[in-house]
């Protein structure tokens, strides 16, 4: 399992970004730690992503173990006693 951008110890990098004045001046008046926040939901939005990629990626294989199991059933049925 890969780490998240909160557990890796690579070293930071800055940048510039644009921010709303008003979101910032809110932001600031509850002390909101804007990097980490800008991690936090970055990590958020890159699972989200690389999950959907997935799902795409694996779309056909997906199927095919759909269509066998909705054919065949899985090997417990006949256990089963719930």
Do not use: C
């Not at 926040?37 to 970055?42: D, M, P, S």
């Amino acid at each position: 399992m890969q780490p998240t951008a909160l557990q890796s110890a690579q070293q930071k990098k800055s940048t510039n970004l644009s921010i709303n004045s008003d979101l910032l001046r809110r932001a600031r008046a509850h002390k909101i730690n804007l990097s980490r926040t800008l991690e936090e939901r970055l990590t958020e939005i890159l699972k989200q992503e690389e999950r959907k990629a997935w799902r795409t990626e694996n779309a056909e294989a997906i199927g095919n173990y759909n269509a066998r199991i909705e054919k065949n059933g899985v090997f417990s049925d006949g256990l089963r006693s719930f």
